[in-house]
């Protein structure tokens, strides 16, 4: 009795890409920074891993369903105790429609992975901006990039926080993150630029100082149930602004 509900919920999703007659699975792939050197990933506006059938409107929700469900699970339960059950479960569908979308479980992790990689843009492109009046950076400009951090690193928390794991499922989402972090640790090395402050400061390894210091810092207010407040990351640029780019300190 439960194959053909599962044979109807798989036609149906079908019909949600514009190869609806094609029985082949999505196949998702973890995406390297570009060759510019910006973090990059093969998706389209919806978000959806690389394929080759153009997802449609409602494809791109299923599919946006999907990885939130997963994330959500991630969260709950963590990557490897998570079966595709969860994610179904969560996600409010069938199995028949999660496996048009993904292989399995690491599947749908290398599209969160190349996802959350694509949307490192956004704080890499505020890394790369120039200050307004071609001097250092003001408090201004380092409260955007801690603010787009923030909001990269709350929206896929569940990564982040394994993401150290990943080395024991796919050596290739680690290259992903490795090139990714690396990409943005270089834009911020650049905006530190030579030292003239008369102490001894290494641009590249204050530029990494900087990402792992925002980093465990949103880990620890996570772990104490303190949320990333207005404060908080205000806190956060004045003690980066003053120790990095204020003239006066």
């Known amino acids: 009795m439960g194959s053909p509900r599962v044979r109807r919920d798989s036609a149906s999703a079908s019909q949600e890409s514009t190869g609806a007659n094609s029985a082949e699975k999505p196949k998702s792939k973890a995406a390297a920074p570009s060759h510019n050197g910006r973090p990059g ?3 389209d506006q919806g978000g959806a891993p690389a394929s080759k059938r153009v997802l449609r409107s409602q494809g791109r929700r299923t599919m946006r369903n999907l990885l ?3 994330m959500v699970a991630f969260d709950r339960r963590g990557y490897h105790a998570t079966r595709v059950n969860d994610i179904v479960n969560i996600a409010k569908t069938s199995h028949g429609t999660f496996y048009l979308y993904f292989s399995n479980k690491e599947d749908l992790l290398r599209a969160l992975v190349t996802e959350a990689a694509g949307e490192a843009q956004t704080l890499y492109d505020a ?3 120039l200050p307004a009046d071609g001097g250092v950076p003001r408090w201004d400009d380092v409260h955007g990039w801690v603010k787009a951090y923030s909001e990269l690193w709350t929206r896929y928390a569940p990564l982040f926080r394994t993401w150290t794991d ?4 796919d050596p290739e989402l680690v290259d992903v993150i490795r090139q990714t972090f690396t990409a943005m640790s270089g834009a911020l090395t650049r905006q530190i630029g030579p030292d003239s402050s008369g102490h001894i400061i ?3 390894a204050a530029g990494m100082a900087t990402l792992a210091m925002l980093d465990r810092f ?4 996570e772990f104490v149930g303190q949320p990333i407040d207005d404060v908080a990351l205000e806190t956060m640029t004045t003690m980066v602004y003053r120790a990095l780019f204020d003239p006066n300190a």
């Open 41 to 43: 990933a093969d998706t």
């Open 68 to 70: 939130n469900a997963a």
């Open 127 to 129: 890394l790369s901006a």
């Open 166 to 169: 990943l080395a024991t499922i």
């Open 202 to 204: 290494d641009p590249e």
């Open 218 to 221: 949103h880990y620890l207010r």
